[in-house]
């Protein structure tokens, strides 16, 4: 059974910054590609940023270029989002998902096969 479980997300100010981590199990991790989405109320779910399964390809999204990084860790089985220079319209729920094996970078919601539940981040102004 596939689980990713996100953690780190919280309140922060304006200009602030966040480390959102998730930790995934049941899959062979290393093959995966893994992406991080978010979901604002009233919105779709729209693409933050992605890596490859090699870790040594990443794509952002333009909204959040120049200040998200996501990483990972294959011997941890962890993503990583670094996220700085916090504006109020990046608040969201933010969830991890896998897509592959040996999948690219891709963003698109139907290209991944396993979702975490997402955690909260709220950016106040």
């Known amino acids: 059974q596939v689980q990713l479980v996100e953690s780190g997300g919280g309140l922060v100010q304006a200009g602030g910054s966040l480390r959102l981590s998730c930790e995934a199990s049941?899959?062979?991790?290393?093959?995966?590609?893994m992406g991080w989405f978010r979901q604002a109320p009233g919105k779709e779910r729209e693409f933050v940023a992605v890596i490859r399964w090699s870790g040594g390809v990443t794509s952002y999204a333009d909204s959040v270029k120049g200040r998200f990084t996501i990483s990972r860790d294959n011997a941890k089985n962890r993503v990583n989002l670094q996220m700085n220079s916090l504006k109020p319209e990046d608040t969201a729920v933010y969830s991890c998902?896998?897509?592959?094996?040996?999948?690219?970078?891709?963003?698109?919601?139907?290209?991944?096969?396993?979702w975490g539940q997402g955690t909260q981040v709220t950016v106040s102004s």
């Open positions: 049941g899959l062979i991790f290393s093959r995966y590609s």
């Open positions: 998902a896998a897509a592959g094996p040996w999948a690219g970078t891709p963003s698109r919601v139907l290209e991944y096969e396993y």
